[in-house]
């Protein structure tokens, strides 16, 4: 019997390993085209970049990192888990300060589901240095613009650091409505006639009238 040569023998080895590295990459095609990924950014349907620093709470300056608040197995139109409203401000702006007084009005509306009829939504604040003629820019001024609006969320101390890069963040205030999953549902440099509550009203899942007795 005559027994195969050398160069037969390589050859099936080098067919066979085309054919594996063809199946390898025709399943990573598949896996390419079949599913629906979810970039890190700043725009609708983005996941929303790191965000963490160190943030006031009412007592003490302690250490926040609000994508560890996310769940990543939220499912969409679920009224369980925490919407986040995060807003990016200067403590010298203008209209930041006109927005505080807003955001005062309207703090019924946050971290107190079901008596909204809403999903729960909890507000961030993050102070950043764009910077504007003012108040210096410290800890101790952060926390007396908090107290003067009578806010009673975290503020996240921002004035120094990438957030303002990382969140691509051109002037304040900048609002993000984020679902409980880190996905960003709204953001305000994407809608210039609909202001955070109207979105508010208009994405946040209602509660069932079981959820909300």
């Known amino acids: 019997m005559k027994l195969p040569s050398t ?13 594996i590295m063809a199946i390898f990459f025709a ?20 996941r929303a970049p790191i965000l963490k620093g160190t943030a006031y709470d009412g007592n003490s300056w302690v250490s926040f990192t609000l994508n560890d608040e996310f769940n990543q197995s939220w499912e969409e139109e679920s009224s369980e888990g925490d919407w986040y409203i995060v807003e990016f401000l200067d403590i010298n702006c203008g209209y930041c300060k006109t927005s505080a007084q807003t955001i005062a ?15 729960n939504v909890k507000f961030l604040a993050v102070a950043l240095k764009l910077p504007l003629q003012g108040s210096e820019y410290t800890r101790e001024n952060v926390v007396a613009f908090r107290d003067n609006y009578g806010h009673n969320f975290p503020y996240v101390d921002a004035m ?10 051109s002037g304040t205030p900048t609002y993000f ?26 994405l946040v899942p209602k509660l069932s009238s079981q959820e909300a007795n």
């Open 7 to 19: 160069n037969q023998e390589g050859a099936a080895k080098t067919d066979a390993g085309i054919l």
């Open 27 to 46: 399943g990573i095609l598949f896996i390419a085209f079949t599913t629906n990924p979810v970039y890190v950014g700043i725009k609708e349907g983005d």
């Open 105 to 119: 009005e309207n703090q019924q509306l946050i971290d107190n589901s079901p008596a909204t009829g809403y999903a």
């Open 160 to 169: 120094e650091g990438n957030l303002k890069s990382d969140w691509k963040i």
């Open 177 to 202: 409505l984020i679902k409980p999953n880190g996905v960003i549902a709204w953001a305000s440099p994407e809608h210039s006639n609909e202001d955070v509550w109207e979105a508010y009203g208009r």
